[in-house]
């Protein structure tokens, strides 16, 4: 099997790497020439658009940021449609809104082309050590089917469904719990600035309790050394994952009173600081408070 990745960022550049690693013959594409150096340089097969990779891969991790660039890279004049080998599988890794992973698996049909609804979660760290948690979403013979690329990239697989949205849906539900812990995290940082607590101490004694998680941790870490950008886990991701989590929430009638909140303060710190990573949010409860959490 001949593995393809469109979107080699941050989590596409980690799919890639694994899949190399793992012995698979990857071809890549992404509009970033720095980025296809990169996987070039990692020993992928770079392509000259996504026609390409279609016509030469058997399986496809779209790793793109939004639905639209998703439908654009499967269904454009040059997507993946008509390109791919009939029995192919499109692995749609990219968090987009359910109701546009169930119009392309709608789309689909009938093309002889699967679809793998396989959101992910564990950001950029585990995108590169190929650890990330999948939310897979598809008939168990298409899974089978997928099972050795999927085990390259992920240390975890979950068979959430076998629709085409079903792995989208986890993913809003899962993002509106990591968001909110982003937050409680950021503002407890901020608490601590304003009373005088040390960065460290803080980092000690909530990672070895039970609010200890790799959430608390990576955050905590990031913050009190003061690194806001450049960590691979961009502000824009995370806003974008709870404004779905929200949008879904109301269309089915849910309350998601700490997500909502959680929401506000990735608002606030995207527009603040839009080249930052999630961390960064800290700065806007830093700035009103008057202090700042050092190591």
Not at 26 to 49: K, W
Request: hydrophobic share 45%.
């Amino acid at each position: 099997m001949k593995a393809g990745v469109i979107g080699l960022g941050d989590m596409g550049s980690g799919l890639a790497l694994n899949l190399i690693q793992n012995g698979f013959e990857t071809f890549g594409f992404d509009i970033d020439d720095n980025r296809c150096a990169n996987f070039q340089q990692m020993g992928g097969t770079l392509a000259r658009n996504v026609a390409e990779v279609g016509v030469n891969a058997d399986a496809i991790f779209v790793m793109v940021m939004n639905g639209d660039q998703a439908k654009s890279v499967i269904f454009g004049d040059d997507g993946l449609v008509g390109k791919m080998a009939k029995g192919g599988i499109i692995l749609l890794t990219a968090t987009i809104k359910p109701s546009e992973a169930q119009e392309i698996g709608a789309a689909l049909s009938g093309t002889g082309i699967a679809l793998i609804d396989s959101p992910v979660s564990g950001g950029f760290p585990g995108a590169q050590a190929g650890t990330l948690t999948m939310m897979a979403a598809a008939p168990e013979t298409v899974m089978a089917q997928a099972k050795a690329v999927m085990d390259a990239v992920s240390g975890t697989i979950h068979h959430v469904g076998t629709n085409a949205g079903d792995g989208q849906i986890m993913k809003a539900c899962l993002q509106s719990i990591i968001g909110s812990l982003f937050s409680a995290t950021f503002e407890a940082a901020a608490l601590a600035a304003k009373a005088g607590v040390s960065g460290q101490k803080l980092f000690d004694v909530v990672t070895t309790s039970a609010a200890g998680c790799g959430i608390t941790r990576t955050s905590l870490e990031n913050i009190i050394d003061r690194r806001f950008e450049g960590t691979g886990s961009g502000i824009g991701t995370m806003h974008k994952d709870l404004t779905i989590s929200l949008n879904m929430a109301e269309a089915l009638g849910v309350p998601l009173f700490t997500a909502a909140t959680a929401m506000q303060i990735f608002h606030q710190g995207k527009t603040k600081y839009p080249q930052g990573d999630n961390w960064i949010c800290t700065k806007i409860m830093e700035d009103i408070a008057g202090a700042e959490l050092h190591r």
